[in-house]
């Protein structure tokens, strides 16, 4: 979902790659429909209820530089990706974003899919009852107390 103050953001920073960062917007936001973008720290963010995705970085420079956030989490093969803890993606220019699509598209897909599935699992943990207990948690027995496995020592 396009935000307003983004567009405020692009027509008061007139970025030299405004064209190519719209372009990567687009296919960013279009990707997935729980796709978000706002402006925090001076840049754009796009993100999802589950955490941000990307930021626009270095944007006065020409070229696009997207910084993912937690790039480390996505498995699939990205050949354009790099980094090797902090992941970002370069692209010189419109028709470049243009030619890697797929490549967003499919990061973005993967990314909303760890977060629908992290989500599921809270759920799910939420939902099951407790070991040795009932839904709510209440047990009848008392915790049992184990021995540390390394030697005290005496007191002086």
């Known amino acids: 979902m396009k935000s307003a103050a983004v567009e405020r ?21 279009g990707a997935d429909p729980s796709m978000r973008e706002r402006i925090q720290y001076g840049i754009t963010f796009s993100s999802t209820k ?9 944007y006065s420079e020409s070229g696009v530089n997207l910084r993912l956030m937690r790039g480390r989490r996505l498995h ?24 890697r699509a797929a490549e967003l598209r499919s990061m973005v897909k993967e990314w909303c899919a760890l977060g629908d599935a992290a989500t599921a699992r809270a759920t799910k943990r939420a939902a099951a009852p407790m070991r040795g207990g009932s839904a709510l948690g209440i047990s009848s027995h008392r915790p049992v107390h184990k021995p540390s496995l390394s030697p005290r020592r005496p007191l002086r």
Not at 9 to 29: C, D, G, M, N, Q
Not at 80 to 98: N, P
């Open 50 to 58: 589950s955490g941000d995705f990307a930021a626009f970085v270095r």
């Open 76 to 99: 699939g093969r990205y050949p354009h990706l790099e980094g090797a803890t902090v992941k970002r993606m370069r692209i010189a220019d419109e028709r470049e974003a243009s030619a």
């Open 9 to 29: 953001w692009f027509a008061s920073t007139k970025p030299p790659s405004e064209a190519a960062l719209r372009r990567v917007r687009e296919l960013i936001l």
